[in-house]
C-alpha cells in the first residue's frame, strides 16, 4: 500500500497557511485546498470526458474533467497536473502544454460528510492520442470518450434530466467549453 499523501492546508483566499494535513482528513476537516484540473480536447475540436468510478465518494459514474486531482504538500500545480495525467490515463505530458485558464473556488458539503473546499487550477491542454492510446486507472476513471463541443453543450443542457454532468458544475463547465473553443479559434486564423 502507498504512503497517503499529504495536502497544504489554504486560507480562504487561497493563500499558503503553511500546514499540511493527510488527504484522508481535507474533507473531513473541510480545509482549503488546491486541485488541478486538466481539459484534454482533440484537432476535430473533441473535448475528452472521463467518466468518474464508481467507488468514488462524490458524484461516482457522472462524467467530469479529462483529468483532476489534489496538489501534494511541496508539489506546484503543474507538476501535480503532470502528475495526475499520468496515474489517471496514462499519458505523459509537458508542462508547456498546458494553458492554465483560471482558478476556480469550489466550496460544496455533501450528505455523506465530506466538505469539500477546493480552489480548482484549470488547464487545457490539446491531445494528440486516441482513447485507446490511454491506460485508465479503474480506481479513479470508469472510462472516457471525445465529444465535440455541440454534444457536450447538449448534454450539458440536459444534465438535471439525464444525471450525466455534475449540474453544480454547468458555469464551470460553460467557461472551460468558451476557453478551448477561443483556443481553436485562434489556431485557425
Same mark, same amino acid.
Given at each position: ?6 495536502i ?21 476537516? &473541510? ?6 484540473? +486538466?481539459?484534454y ?6 473535448? =475528452? ?6 467507488s468514488?465518494m ?6 467530469d474533467?479529462? +483529468? ?9 500545480i503543474?507538476?501535480a497536473a ?7 490515463? &496514462? ?9 492554465? #485558464? ?11 460528510? #465530506? +466538505? ?13 492520442r486516441?482513447?485507446?492510446? =490511454?491506460?485508465?486507472?479503474l480506481?479513479?476513471?470508469g ?32 467557461d ?14
Amino acid at each position: 500500500m502507498e504512503p497517503e499523501e499529504y495536502i497544504a492546508i489554504l486560507n480562504i483566499d487561497g493563500s499558503l497557511t503553511g500546514r499540511t494535513c493527510l488527504k484522508s482528513e481535507i474533507h473531513q476537516k &473541510g480545509y482549503y485546498h488546491n486541485t488541478a484540473h +486538466v481539459w484534454y480536447y482533440n484537432a476535430n475540436a473533441e473535448i =475528452l470526458l472521463a467518466q468518474r468510478a464508481a467507488s468514488k465518494m462524490i458524484y461516482p459514474l457522472l462524467w467530469d474533467i479529462s +483529468v483532476a486531482g489534489h496538489v501534494d504538500a511541496g508539489e506546484t500545480i503543474a507538476q501535480a497536473a503532470i502528475r495526475e495525467t499520468r496515474e489517471e490515463i &496514462g499519458l505523459e505530458i509537458a508542462e508547456h502544454q498546458l494553458e492554465k #485558464i483560471g482558478v476556480y473556488p469550489c466550496f460544496q458539503s455533501y450528505p455523506n460528510g #465530506i +466538505v469539500d473546499n477546493e480552489f480548482h487550477h484549470t488547464f487545457i491542454a490539446k491531445i494528440e492520442r486516441t482513447l485507446e492510446d =490511454l491506460t485508465l486507472d479503474l480506481e479513479e476513471v470508469g472510462q472516457v470518450k471525445f465529444v465535440t463541443i455541440p454534444e457536450f453543450l447538449n448534454l450539458l443542457r440536459n444534465t438535471k434530466n439525464n444525471n450525466h454532468f455534475v449540474a453544480s458544475n454547468t458555469s464551470y463547465y460553460l467557461d472551460v467549453i468558451k476557453a478551448i473553443e477561443h483556443k481553436i479559434a485562434n489556431k485557425k486564423a
